[in-house]
């Protein structure tokens, strides 16, 4: 149980305190929703953690076809629908999709910057922590109050606050329009940033690519020195080929000549047998 004054962490902290991923997302978290520290993350990660275990337990057992087991898995569904996390004819498998975004999207801070009570998410904190937020006249200085499905319509300034004054300077403009919390992102955003991040990883990459582009340059003055070596041999051979043919035709001609030169003697030999 521990001490009164001591209450007990309600939330789990990371298993590695250096994680480069884990600490880029969180820190875009931050911004985001307007966090002030990581511990609010950890919270709901938390949460998710614990509906998510649930759910896994529950899959298990409905196989069973155990009546409890369906019992609880209805009363976890409810509960999500009733927090509005999820839609209505959800399932077990639905629950496990969840992501930590899901959680931080229903607090009250969020939402009241998404209502346009405030122009920033820093703001809408400090508006609620000043005790300018009210849920059906009821003052809530929570910023991480998780809000439900029916209290959504009643958000709203409190009474006694200025700013229900339509001219009070730290009031939104009529003209302005908050961004949207998008928790699932299309296809040609995630396109998009992962064209940013390859370009932002190329400079990492350059050392990598300087050297396969030395070992393609390598590589192809080989490939051209073997074949510049090939064409001279083939240049050679053609030539050699050239000189060997008339070598061969004077060799011919020599040979006719000689053997004209024997046929004259033996007419000579002939003509002198004759003249004795």
Known sequence: MGKPKFSRKKY???SHPWQEDRIKSENEMIKKYGLK????????????????????????KVGTGDSQSKKESDQLLMHLN???????NS?????????????LSRRLQTIAYLKGLSTTPDQARQLISHGH???????VTVPSYMV????ESKIGYTTDSPLNDL????????????????KDKKPEETKKEETKEEITKEPESKPQNDEKVKEEKTDTKEEQS???????????????????KPKEEQQKEEDKTAEADKTDDKKEDVKNEGGK
């Open 133 to 139: 937020i009210a849920i059906e006249d009821r003052r």
């Open 167 to 182: 001219m009070h300077p730290a009031r939104p403009k009529a003209e302005f329009k908050p961004s949207v919390v998008k």
């Open 226 to 244: 073997k074949e510049e070596k090939t064409d001279e041999d083939t240049v050679e051979q053609n030539e050699e080929k050239i000189t060997e």
């Open 82 to 88: 009733r927090m509005n996390i999820l839609p209505l």
């Open 37 to 60: 520290n990581k511990r609010e993350i950890w919270k709901a990660q938390t949460k998710l953690k614990k509906y998510r275990g649930q759910a896994r337990e529950l899959l298990a």
């Open 148 to 151: 439900t499905k029916d209290e």
């Open 12 to 14: 789990e902290t990371p």
């Open 91 to 103: 399932n077990l498998d639905d629950v496990l999709a969840l992501d930590t975004e899901s959680i």
